[in-house]
């Protein structure tokens, strides 16, 4: 069975970090990219970063850069999104995605508050 199970989530002080986890199972996880994003409430859901399925090439949001870090571990079948400086406007519920060919596979996603 194909699952993402996203974990790392909570409530953190602006200028606080978290580091965002997303283990997956059932698929090739190595030859897969593998991508975050986030969904804020009453707005739509927006890309926050990817990684190439060896890792080696990655890409962000705009509105993130410089805050953030998403790396992978093939081995542990894991990707992790590392985020700093975070502030209130980061608040939202962060989602793990792959495509596998045409199937769009999202795990259940986990609520980031930055409050203080």
């Known amino acids: 069975q194909v699952q993402l199970v996203e974990s790392g989530g909570g409530l953190v002080q602006p200028g606080g970090s978290l580091r965002l986890s997303c283990a997956a199972s059932?698929?090739?996880?190595?030859?897969?990219?593998m991508t975050w994003y986030r969904q804020a409430p009453g707005k739509e859901r927006e890309f926050v970063a990817r990684?190439?399925?060896?890792?080696?090439?990655?890409n962000y949001a705009d509105s993130m850069k410089g805050r953030l870090t998403i790396s992978r571990d093939n081995t542990k079948n894991t990707v992790y999104l590392q985020m700093n400086s975070l502030k209130p406007e980061d608040t939202a519920v962060y989602y793990c995605?792959?495509?596998?060919?045409?199937?769009?596979?999202w795990g259940q996603g986990t609520q980031v508050t930055v409050s203080s």
């Open positions: 990684i190439a399925p060896a890792g080696t090439s990655t």
């Open positions: 995605n792959t495509h596998l060919g045409p199937l769009a596979v």
């Open positions: 059932g698929f090739t996880f190595s030859s897969f990219a």
